[in-house]
């Protein structure tokens, strides 16, 4: 079994949909940020839905196993192969589905016509979110493969539709395989907090004056207006639907329904980017994720709102999960929480640009590299000791991150760039982007720049946010 | 008469707390010396260090005059300036508290670093040449100068306090551009203001009155005073403006495509010849002509259409005023040179990542990462440290071989050895793959735990691996070699010690064979004995086993502390908390700080910094008072010194001795330090052949042997003779006790020619300015002589005719010592013996070790000096081959001082030796300042290895006045 999951925000379905350009800038975040926590020793932890819905997760996994059968392929050692054959850089978490098959079947089955307004949005395949006919067709094939009566081919029907779903089709088919090996799939667990748990949260820290919902906004370089907008766009919702009403699906709903003209589009937008962060931590909760990565969706134009509403919802998520740790009520933001920040790769220069194919292939050429392999290992186990250990010391922890952000420039001088805090992996696709990785606090100079912020929302590390302010 | 100071010394008589403003306008008034001109520049960057630095709570005790000391030695140190050095030292010893005596740093190699400082208004974002200073811009909108003395002014700040992204200076007015079309000006009333808040202004210059900026969405604007700004332009480049440049009232603009193109006055567009493809990064020079650029995805500098050379991940350029061209990329280098197809560029290796980079005088390089500015001087030439570039140490060793010297390990798996005085030779310097850990003594070399293994290393052969994999943690246990594999610690021969529950982060060893080892989760293991101990030690880290248990550092930020365990019991609450701490011998324990490097001890209410320097550190190792600090690819060595009884007393003891493995001597009541029998038997054996060659050869072992004395406790004991006058000439006492090793062929050590001690590389401290003398001392227990108010002077020589031309020379003596009270006892040289009695007696003869040879008739030593002794004399010169076996054999006998020869000496040159040393004797000098003087004129007349020759035998306790000297009867 995997012992180390991450789970990545920036795979949400809704985030970058079929209609978008090829060019979107959330088909490169998700991708260049699943290849950090890869390098870091991490498996990337896939739910059912974002196994098949999400483009920005099915491009990953075309890349990743695409790449992963080229060095195979090139490999000759058996041992080697073995190694290549045992990695896992995905486990699929699977709710209440005994297979990623039957779950697709189900989701293709959630049609308008027979869930109303309840029915699954498909996103990747937006295409046929409204055609019943093709869902259902789909739906059927599948089942069929999964009997073993019928072939694994891309139906020409669907390429006719889309050429781009009929190599959606092929990854899915891909995909299926790979959750049939062992230790690539696993049943997901209930949400030990709900999204409505959340919301009930932000209502009750914000209960009175408010000061203590600032303070948790303030500790997360939330700006006051930003997080009373947050607030009162929830109140409002609240006062109409109840907690209850407070859902993903309304918002996204709410703002979909907004006339692109309508001045109010934007403060809905960071109401959907806040409930988004709350539902993705619900997600990876249900996946068993020990690192959930929650990064803001990519800005498009010099606003920084998105970065600071993700914060905020961080902060919300990070003082229930604390709540429930019997932490000290004046627990404060500690120095060393693990962030990142996607940038425009013009902004960092020094740092190697790649295609996220030659970024893979030497990923996996270093999982088939007997002399590399082992040091690697040893070095994201001790992280990860330590990260886990009861009381986690941040000496033990700088020295083996920095020595772990060595070791890959050593390994991987042409991919990465590093210092002793900072991990940077440019990738030269959609105009270049560059992501870096920091163990250590976000600048707000730095934030300013970049076009996406991200945290863990590691358990390992809210354990260390319980430590009393000093 | 006094001699003026060569350094004022505000201090000497008065407080150390001294008024340095009014010590740097004293300096600037005086005469423009070198000396002067260094100390005034070194105390104002030690007073720019000062600002910068943030160490109040660490330090807040130590008074800032101490710390400002201590700065202004770190600097004299890293430039290479002695004479501040001596000063510096002078002023910490004046202050009578212990302090960090600066011994040796990496960074003095690497030299071409001037000066640096970090920027109070966040990180260092552009940087233009304005003058003679530079003018940067920050992160946080901020526009400042830095000065050529050292001064950081704030200029402007930009509109919205945003980032800046370029800067153009022409001289007196700056104008600095930024995100969101943001634009400010400094020094220029009437100028322009931001043209309009759109995309990011990136590029900008500045000339005639003229701004011209360029934008990241590829416009143009144009501003002139009295038009103001023009309507922006657009339609020719696309992508960023990449680079801007003005002449004659003409802009001409790159493009991120390639696109050039000259915008005129009328401003319309002049296409040029475009470039071969997209650029990543373009620079004009300084008259707008020639364009250096790189081509993105590229490495090949191109200049015009012509390829200069390659620079890896390269993205900054820049011209100096000169036409030289420099790159900056990926690693730490920056390559300079004319921008020439065949360039073989100057490298020069910086200790971080380059941001941004200009040129601000010929010779002068600013560059800056994020807030940190350096000047680097370009003329000094040679000086570059090619050994760690991007290659921080992650580990330093010490050694018992040699105290005041380290092996430091890096990021990258390099081993180097630092000699006591910071040399690191060649031959011992290795790599083990991947980043080291940790470094620990071993037999006569280390052990290395490293993330491919475990190794053990002897400098001069290649690291030997015990077992391959991750290790963090080596000891030297039992005398058994363990080392950590994972979550295991092994034995090199034996198998298994024990095994943890996570991998192995540390192990140490205690002189009792306590054993300890830590797991990454925390885990402590106490070996003793038969004893097993296990505990949770949860965040603390380990610092050393001590018998029977543990030490541990507590990172709680509110409350750190040093544990003990088992317990845990406090042993020590720290006021600040260390990045890296280890043990002293004293008890006290030196610490690595983010801002500073410290020595700790226990104080009323928790520690008290002993002795503190503002040099940030990250690692430190320690034996006895010396300390080895390490910061990124910066190596400091120290040695901690405690100002008490004996300091200015101008005397250092130095005890030899021997036995069967070498000299062994003991500096003042230091450890005893062991030289090389070979390197002494070859000094010996050098020293005694006259060739130019065998000369030379013995001058480079004496240096060899000086070095391991100064590394071994002669540096402090220097420093602490000369306490707080850095003009107190210091005296070497040295004490020679009998022995005839048979390494040493028979010899005496007497023999050897110690007054040729001196540091490597560096000329003999008898002519340094002050001087360091040598003096042999002999113990006599006989009240001294008194010494008469007119000495009287008898000379003796042998009747050989060889002897002949020193009837010559003593007309010369006569001659000079008229200036003197002498009484002349003959009118001429007469034969030995004579007679009459004197106070002081030149005899020369022929002699060897066992006696003297007269008209043919060997004398035993005991008979002549019994006879020579017999004259009262209080200071006698043995003009003789070998004749310092007798010197000291008149010492003895209750002569004070007696100059005798310790190999061949020849009549025909040693006559300046004679006559300088009798003249400045009789004035009341110092016998061996007088000797120091006269030794340079022996060694001017160019007789070959004169300063291995005389020797100066002196009686102990003598203050080495032999005569009072006219004026003080």
């Known amino acids: ?67 992963r059968a080229e060095v195979l392929a090139a490999t000759e050692d058996p041992g080697a192969r073995e190694e290549l054959s045992a990695a896992r850089p995905f486990v699929l978490h699977r709710f209440r589905q005994p297979t990623f098959l039957s779950a697709c079947i189900d989701q293709f089955r959630r049609t308008r016509d ?37 072939a694994r081919d891309v139906p020409g029907w669907l390429v006719e539709i889309d050429p781009a779903l009929g190599r959606r089709f092929e990854t899915v088919m891909r995909l299926d395989s790979f959750f049939d090996l062992p230790g690539a799939d696993r049943e997901a667990r209930i949400p030990q907090i709900p999204e409505q748990g959340y919301v009930e949260h932000v209502l009750a820290v914000a209960d009175g004056d408010g000061a ?48 692109p003209d309508d001045p109010a589009l934007f403060a809905r937008q960071q109401l959907q980017e806040f409930q988004d962060t709350l539902y993705n931590a619900v997600m990876a909760d249900s996946a068993y994720a020990q690192f959930d990565y929650m990064s803001s969706t990519p800005r498009t134009d010099g606003r920084d709102e998105l970065k600071h509403v993700n914060a905020l919802a961080l902060g919300i998520v990070r003082d229930r999960l604390r709540r429930d740790g019997d932490a000290a009520e004046d627990a404060e933001r500690v120095a060393d929480r693990m962030g990142g920040l996607l940038s425009a790769a013009s902004v960092l220069p020094h740092v190697p640009r790649n295609s996220l194919a030659t970024v893979f292939r030497a990923y996996w050429e270093l999982q088939a590299d007997e002399d590399r392999l082992p040091v690697w290992r040893a070095s994201t186990r001790q992280l990860h000791q330590i990260l886990g250990a009861p009381a986690r010391s941040d000496s033990r922890l700088r020295t083996a991150w920095a020595a772990h952000l060595r070791l890959l420039t050593d390994m991987l001088p042409d991919i990465v760039d590093a210092d002793d805090i900072e991990l940077r992996l440019a990738t030269d696709d959609a105009g270049g982007y560059v992501q870096n990785q920091r163990l250590g606090p976000l600048g707000p100079d730095e934030l300013d720049r970049s076009i996406s912020s991200g945290e863990h929302l590691a358990k390992d590390f809210l354990r260390d946010l319980a430590r009393p302010a000093r | 008469m006094d001699t003026p100071r060569a350094l004022p010394a505000p201090w000497l008589g008065r407080t150390p707390d001294i008024d340095v403003e009014a010590l740097l306008r004293q300096l600037e008034a005086e005469q423009d010396l070198p000396d002067r001109r260094d100390l005034a520049t070194v105390l104002r960057y030690a007073g720019g260090r000062l600002a910068d630095a943030d160490s109040k709570i660490l330090f807040e005790r130590l008074p800032e005059h101490l710390l400002r000391a201590q700065l202004v030695l770190d600097i004299a140190i890293e430039w290479r300036m002695p004479a501040v050095e001596r000063w510096a030292v002078a002023w910490l010893e004046a202050t009578g508290r212990p302090y960090l005596r600066t011994r040796w740093s990496s960074r003095s190699r690497d030299g071409r670093e001037r000066r640096d400082r970090r920027s109070p208004a ?38 919205g306090d945003v980032q800046v992204l370029a800067l153009a200076s022409d001289g007196t007015r700056v104008v600095a551009v930024g995100e969101h079309g943001a634009l400010t000006t400094a020094d220029w009333p009437g100028g322009p203001s931001s043209p309009e808040r759109r995309a990011h202004l990136v590029a900008v210059a500045v000339a005639g009155g003229s701004v011209c900026c360029g934008a990241e969405d590829g416009r143009v604007y144009r501003w002139r005073p009295g038009a103001g700004w023009a309507a922006p332009m657009e339609g020719h480049g696309t992508g960023r403006v990449v680079a801007v440049t003005l002449r004659a009232g003409v802009a001409a603009v790159v493009w991120e495509d390639g696109s050039v193109a000259a915008l005129d006055d009328r401003m319309r567009w002049i296409p040029q010849a475009p470039l071969d493809g997209p650029v990543s990064v373009a620079a004009w020079d300084d008259r707008g002509e020639r364009l250096a650029h790189v081509l993105a995805g590229q490495r090949t500098i191109r200049v015009d259409d012509e390829r200069v050379w390659a620079h890896d991940g390269v993205r900054l350029l820049a011209w100096s005023m000169d036409g030289r061209l420099a790159s900056g990329g990926r690693g730490h280098r920056i390559a300079i040179g004319p921008p020439r197809p065949g360039t073989v560029p100057d490298l020069l290796g910086a200790e971080e990542r380059t941001d941004v980079m200009v040129f601000t005088g010929r010779s002068s390089l600013v560059t800056a990462h994020r807030d940190h500015l350096v000047q680097w001087d370009l003329a000094l030439s040679g000086s570059d440290d090619p050994a760690l570039v991007d290659d921080p140490v992650t580990a330093v060793g010490v050694h018992d071989d040699d105290p005041g010297g380290a092996a430091v390990g890096t990021a990258d798996g390099r081993l180097i050895v630092h000699r006591g005085d910071g040399t690191t030779p060649a031959r011992d310097e290795a790599t083990a793959p991947m980043g080291v850990n940790r470094i620990v003594a071993h037999g006569r070399g280390w052990l290395v735990a490293s993330n491919s293994g475990a190794y053990e290393w002897v400098p001069g052969a290649e690291p030997r691996r015990l077992a391959p994999g991750l290790c963090n943690a080596v000891a030297a246990w039992r005398g058994s070699v363990v080392y950590a594999g994972e979550s295991d610690v092994y034995f090199a021969r034996r198998g298994r010690v024990t095994r943890m529950n996570a991998i192995v982060a540390d192990v140490r060893a ?118 080895v600090a390490a910061d990124g690819v910066r190596r400091t060595g120290y040695d901690l010194r405690r100002p008490g009884p004996g300091t200015g007393d101008g005397r250092v003891r130095l005890t030899v001795g021997a036995d069967d493995r070498g000299c062994v001597v003991r500096v003042g009541d230091g450890d005893p330090v062991r030289l090389d029998p070979a390197v002494l038997r070859e000094l010996y054996e050098r020293s005694g052949d006259e060739t130019l060659r065998a000369q030379s050869e013995a001058a480079d072992l004496a240096g060899i042997l000086g070095d391991a004395l100064w590394s071994g406790g002669l540096g402090p004991e220097v420093d602490r003779a000369r306490g707080d006058d850095p003009e107190r000439p210091v005296r070497l006492d040295l004490e020679l006790t009998a022995a005839t090793p048979a390494w040493l062929a028979g010899a005496d050590i007497a023999d050897l020619p ?95 070790p066992d006696g003297v040879r007269l008209d043919g008739v060997l004398h035993a030593n005991d008979e002549v000096a019994d006879t020579l002794a017999a004259k009262g004399a209080r200071f006698v010169v043995l003009v003789g081959c070998s004749s310092a076996t007798l010197a000291r054999l008149l010492v003895t006998r209750g002569v004070d001082a007696v100059v005798g020869m310790r190999t061949k000496v020849y009549n025909r040159t040693v006559v300046p030796l004679v006559e300088g040393l009798t003249t400045a004797v009789l004035r009341g000098e110092p016998v061996d300042r007088a000797f120091a003087a006269a030794l340079r004129q022996y060694v001017l007349t160019g007789q070959p290895g004169a300063a291995a020759v005389p020797v100066l035998y002196l009686r102990a306790g003598s203050s080495g006045v032999i005569f009072r000297g006219e004026g003080e009867k």
């Open chain 2, 122 to 159: 966040g990180d260092v974002t552009a940087v233009a040449r304005h003058g003679e200073n530079a003018v940067f811009g920050t992160a946080r909108g901020a526009v400042a100068s830095w000065t050529v003395d050292g001064e950081i002014r704030k200029l402007a700040t930009m509109p």
């Open chain 1, 1 to 67: 079994m995997t012992e180390h999951l991450t789970f990545h925000e920036s795979f949400d379905s809704t985030r970058c949909t079929a209609d978008d350009s090829a060019q979107h800038p959330n088909l490169t975040q998700g991708q260049i940020e699943a290849v950090v926590s890869l390098l870091l020793g991490r498996s990337l932890s896939v739910n059912n839905t974002y196994g098949l819905d999400s483009r920005t997760f099915l491009e990953l996994a075309d890349v990743v196993l695409g790449t």
């Open chain 2, 754 to 848: 110690w007054e040729l001690l001196h540091r490597r590389w560096a000329p003999l401290p008898w002519f340094a300015e002050p001087p360091t003398t040598v003096v042999r001392v002999v113990p006599h227990e006989a009240p001294p002589r008194p010494a008469p108010a007119a000495p009287s002077l008898l000379v003796m020589r042998d009747g050989d005719r060889a002897l002949d031309p020193v009837d010559a020379a003593y007309e010369e003596i006569r001659r000079r010592t008229r200036s003197t009270t002498i009484r002349l006892v003959r009118g001429a040289p007469v034969r030995y013996p004579d007679d009459a009695g004197a106070d002081v007696v030149h005899l020369w003869a022929h002699a060897r």
């Open chain 1, 114 to 150: 027979r869930y109303g307004t309840g029915l699954f949005r498909l996103s990747a395949w937006s295409r046929i979110n409204e055609d019943t006919t093709a869902r259902d067709e789909l739906a059927g094939l599948l089942e069929r493969i999964e009997n073993g009566a019928a």
């Open chain 2, 510 to 627: 205690a002189p009792d064979g306590t054993l300890v080892v830590q797991d990454v989760a925390g885990n402590l293991r106490i070996l003793a004995g038969d004893r097993v101990t296990d505990v949770s030690a949860g965040a603390d880290d380990l610092i050393a086993a001590v018998p029977g248990g543990a030490l541990t550092l507590r990172r709680d930020p509110g409350e750190p502390e040093i544990r003990e365990w088992p317990g845990p019991r406090r042993r020590l609450r720290l006021a600040a908390l260390p990045r890296q701490l280890v043990p002293l011998s004293s008890g006290e324990f030196a610490g690595a700080y983010e801002r500073g490097t410290a020595v700790i001890g226990p104080g009323p209410d928790g520690s008290v910094v002993v002795a503190a320097t503002l040099a940030a550190s990250q690692w430190v190792a320690a034996h006895g008072d010396h300390l």
């Open chain 1, 212 to 259: 203590r919902y600032r303070a948790i906004a303030a500790s997360h370089g939330c700006p006051a207006e930003l997080a009373d907008a947050v607030l009162s766009g929830v109140r409002e919702r609240v006062a109409e639907a109840g907690v209850e009403g407070v859902r993903r699906a309304w918002v996204h709903d709410f703002v979909a329904a907004t006339d």
